[in-house]
């Protein structure tokens, strides 16, 4: 029996273009094309960008909470905040209670490379091609499934 590879039998609930997970992924990759450039001028990569924004939010937090806060494991964290404070934008030190955590502090460097990056959110809502409004409404149902599906996993 010989089966035609070019006809096949359409499972309207597996074609790709139906899933919402590869929509997400495929405009997550494109996002992140269009921060890439903003971000070089920074001197940042995406990664190190999410963990500066979460301490130009907070300043003196713990690699645990910087992780729970990015929803990523400590462990990957940690070369990320080693090549961050190679770079002069941060320190690590260890707790005096606990030496087994570590604290996470914004250099002058860090903080003044904040004041750089506010030219980047602007210029991530021109390319999205949609108004603040709509932008944060995205967002929030973005947020939203996000939640239900840690719910999931539960």
């Known amino acids: 029996?010989?089966?035609?590879?070019?006809?096949?039998?359409?499972?309207?609930?597996?074609?790709?273009?139906?899933?919402?997970?590869?929509?997400l992924h495929s405009t997550s990759l494109m996002m992140t094309k269009v921060y890439k450039p903003l971000l070089q001028a920074?001197?940042?990569t995406y990664p190190q960008y999410l963990a500066m924004m979460v301490l130009w939010e907070k300043d003196g937090l713990t690699v645990g909470?910087?992780?729970?806060?990015?929803?990523t494991d400590p462990g990957s964290l940690t070369p990320l905040?080693?090549?961050?404070?190679?770079?002069?934008?941060?320190?690590r030190t260890r707790s005096r209670e606990d030496e087994r955590v570590v604290i996470v502090e914004l250099t002058a460097q860090g903080r003044a490379l904040k004041d750089k990056a506010r030219t980047v959110?602007?210029?991530?809502?021109?390319?999205?091609?949609?108004t603040l409004e709509r932008?944060?409404?995205?967002?929030?149902?973005l947020q939203a499934l996000r939640g239900h599906l840690q719910d999931s996993l539960i």
Not at 121 to 130: D, E, R, Y
Not at 135 to 140: F, T, Y
């Open 1 to 23: 029996m010989t089966t035609d590879r070019n006809t096949t039998d359409h499972c309207e609930e597996l074609l790709l273009d139906n899933q919402a997970c590869f929509a």
């Open 42 to 44: 920074l001197g940042l």
């Open 65 to 71: 909470e910087i992780s729970t806060r990015l929803l």
């Open 81 to 91: 905040l080693k090549r961050l404070e190679g770079e002069g934008l941060l320190s």
């Open 121 to 130: 959110p602007p210029c991530i809502l021109g390319a999205s091609g949609f």
């Open 135 to 141: 932008l944060q409404n995205l967002q929030a149902e």
